[in-house]
C-alpha cells in the first residue's frame, strides 16, 4: 500500500500513517479469512458467514484507500463521488496529487 507514496516519492501525513496502518490491519483480517474459507465446504453455515464478512472487509478496505487516501484505483477516467464528503476527499486528493506533480516537473522529472 505504501508503494504508491514510495513510487511518487511522498512521505505520508500523519493521518495518512493512520489510515494506512488501519488498511493493512484489514488486510490481514482479509488474509485470516480467506485462509479459513478454503478449508470450508460453501455450502455450509461458516461459510456464508465467512464470505459476508471478507465481503465487508474488502469494502472496509477500499473505503479506506480510495476514499480516505484518494489513491488511484486504476480504472482509469474520472469516478463520480457520490456523496459531498467523497467529492471533497476526491477534490483534496486531486489537489494534493497536481502539487506533487507540478513540483516534480519544476525539476526536470
Request: aromatic share 4%; hydrophobic share 45%.
Amino acid at each position: 500500500m505504501i508503494a504508491v507514496y514510495d513510487e511518487h516519492n511522498l512521505e505520508p501525513e500523519a493521518h495518512e500513517r493512520v489510515i494506512l496502518t488501519e488498511a493493512a490491519r484489514v488486510a490481514d483480517r482479509l488474509a485470516q479469512l480467506r485462509a479459513a474459507l478454503a478449508g470450508v465446504e460453501l455450502t455450509e453455515v461458516a461459510a456464508v458467514r465467512l464470505l459476508a464478512e471478507e465481503r465487508q472487509q474488502r469494502v472496509a478496505l477500499s473505503t479506506l484507500l480510495v476514499s480516505r487516501l484518494g489513491l488511484p484505483t486504476g480504472l482509469g477516467g474520472e469516478q463520480p463521488a457520490a456523496t459531498p464528503r467523497g467529492r471533497r476527499a476526491q477534490q483534496a486528493a486531486n489537489t494534493r496529487w497536481a502539487a506533487h506533480y507540478r513540483r516534480r516537473s519544476d525539476y526536470g522529472a
